[in-house]
Every structure is written in C-alpha cells, then in structure tokens.
C-alpha cells in the first residue's frame, strides 16, 4: 500500500519507528514531515498528508503527534477523510470493520513502540465488513458534500 504518514515533533520518532517497520513489511510511505525533533505545528504536516489521502494518491494515512488528538482532529476536517484515534487494538480492528477509516491517528505520549505497531498492523490488516455500516459511512460521505456546499 501507499501510506501516507505525518508527524509533529512529538511524534517524530515514532513516525521513523514505523516507517521502519511498514517498509519491512513492503509498503511504500510518503512522509510529509516531521523531519526532525524541532518544533513543528501538527496542522501544517498531518494536513498534507490527510490531502495525499483524500486525493488519492495515498491508500491510507498514519499520523502521529503527542496525544493523537490534534492530528486526528486536522485530518478530519478535510472531505473524505474517516480519522481515528485509537490507543487499542479493539478499536483498531473496529475502526476498519465499522468506520471504514481511512486515516489512523496515534499518540506517541500516550502508547508505547510496541503497542504501536500492534494497532498498525491490526488497522491495516482489517477490511471493512459492509452491511449496515455501508449506510453509516455513507452518511458521513454526504454531510462532507453537504457542509462543502453550505460554508
Ligand atoms: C505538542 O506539544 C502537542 O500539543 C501535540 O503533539 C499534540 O499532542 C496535539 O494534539
């Protein structure tokens, strides 16, 4: 897969963990920065990848500052993203059977290396089931095409 990743400083060294880690499993990843320990604003590198995504030019994205928290909330401003902060590997798993998320958000204050790679593996290896939660997602599609018309 094409995986889009992003970081701020809080999250560069779990980013560099797991881009390690995606390539020995034979992704491609895209890194939209962080590039080092420096201070960097988590908008300006988790929007860039939230729009690889939304593009298209990236199957999925993996972004990661401190709590996870701000980067989920940037990537789930841009239409056609489903962002998801997990920190455990039920809602990993869910987040793919049921939201059918594109983007998964990680905090690198709050898990561990280890745990890290748990959820990334599990999240990428997770389809998403269909059914009913085809008319959820679905709905989620249609507000972004709504509230993009109306502001
Ligand atoms: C940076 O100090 C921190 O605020 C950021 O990494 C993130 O946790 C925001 O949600």
Redesign the pocket.
């Known amino acids: 897969m094409k995986i889009a990743m992003a970081s701020?400083?809080?999250?560069f060294q779990m980013k560099r963990m797991l881009k390690e880690f995606l390539a020995s499993l034979g992704h491609e990843v895209r890194d939209f920065g962080a590039d080092s320990e420096d201070p960097v604003d988590?908008p300006d590198t988790g929007r860039e990848a939230a729009l690889s995504v939304a593009a298209g030019d990236s199957d999925v994205g993996i972004l990661i500052?401190?709590?996870?928290?701000?980067?989920s909330i940037v990537a789930n401003k841009v239409p056609g993203i489903r962002a998801a902060l997990c920190n455990d590997v039920v809602c990993a798993r869910l987040t793919r059977e049921h939201n059918d998320s594109n983007v998964l958000a990680l905090?690198a204050?709050v898990i561990g290396n280890e745990t890290a790679r748990e959820l990334v593996g599990t999240w990428l290896s997770t389809d998403f089931v269909g059914g009913r939660h085809t008319r959820r997602v679905e709905k989620i599609s249609a507000m972004d095409r709504e509230f993009r018309k109306a502001l």
Do not use: L
């Not at 701020?8 to 999250?11: E, I, K, M, R, V």
């Open positions: 701020d400083h809080a999250g988590y500052c401190g709590t996870g928290i701000g980067m905090g204050r």
